[in-house]
């Protein structure tokens, strides 16, 4: 699920795509910020390999990941060892505020895509720091939003909030456009500018606003909740051992809408959105290699 979209960007993107295309423009991928599977592979390689050189500057350990570990973090946003998907949603929503703990990504325990994407030699090196060095580490590592490893920030196409090593080595790799808070997969914009889509889309928000929610579009749900989030907790450093009672009714106030407004979603993507995305990305990439 991709959250980098603000809203009421998508409207004016569907008006500046133009004319719907027959076929994806050359060199354009299925993957994360339109890249290929292959420049998606060594765009994670030079990413990792950047953070350990940078982690090495700062004086400490930091064993560059592989993609099938970074593919995994990636992975694991809307799922927990043991639970499908849909267990997942009925019971936690997006997993953005129902999953929060405030601890550190290294340190989390049950549900954290921030752990997987790490890797367990980094997650071990951690665990064997002072209190004071890990603190030291992690804010080498990820400046002050230590929730938003490279991993997690791929997956959701926004590396705005990232920090330390972590966007130092991002920005040697990837294009500035793709470091901006508004950026939005330009294979996704011609999605939503297919008429079908866009009728779909229409129908979606109807649905969604006679149960009471009121979104232009389903990317804006899981940033909306996190914007929400991310204010209550000032960007995650704020543990929830550690929160007044009132942070602790806002943030349970604030898991119940996750829930409520996932479940209301769910069965309206799975059977409206879907289903129509799939066909027009055949289209769009039928005659072009993954």
């Known amino acids: ?38 420049q998606l592979v060594e765009s994670v390689d030079k990413v990792e390999a950047l953070i350990s050189q940078c982690m090495r500057e700062q004086g400490f350990e930091y064993v ?23 267990e997942f949603f009925a019971a936690y929503g997006f997993g953005v505020s129902t999953t929060y703990t405030g601890a550190p990504p290294q340190l989390a325990v049950g549900y954290s895509p921030g752990r997987e994407g790490l890797g367990e030699r980094n997650i071990q090196n951690f665990k064997k720091l002072s209190a004071a060095d890990q603190v030291a580490y992690n804010r080498a590592l990820f400046g002050e939003n230590p ?107 604030l898991q119940a809408y996750e829930r409520r407004v996932v479940a209301k979603h769910i069965p309206l993507r799975d059977n409206m959105i879907e289903p129509i995305e799939a066909k027009i990305i055949e289209e769009l990439f039928s005659r072009k290699p993954s």
């Open 147 to 253: 929730g938003y490893t490279f991993a997690v920030s791929l997956d959701r196409e926004n590396f705005s909030p990232t920090g330390g090593c972590t966007r130092k080595a991002i920005v040697q790799v990837f294009k500035p456009a793709d470091m901006t808070v508004t950026y939005y997969n330009p294979k996704d914009a011609l999605i939503n500018k297919d008429p079908r889509m866009k009728a779909a889309l229409r129908k979606w928000v109807v649905e969604m606003r006679k149960a009471g929610f009121d979104y232009a579009h389903p990317d804006d749900i899981e940033y909306d909740i996190r914007k929400r989030l991310d204010a209550l907790t000032i960007n995650g450093t704020i543990p929830v051992d550690q929160m007044t009672p009132a942070q602790r009714t806002a943030l349970s106030e």
């Open 64 to 86: 560059a990941a592989d993609y099938t570990t970074v593919r995994r973090g990636m992975s694991a946003g809307h799922r927990m060892p043991g639970m499908g998907e849909k």
């Open 1 to 38: 699920m991709k959250a980098a979209v603000r809203i009421g960007t998508v409207a004016a993107l569907l008006w500046l795509a133009g004319p719907v295309a027959a076929q994806a423009p050359a060199g354009m991928g299925t993957e994360e910020f339109g890249m290929t599977p292959k």
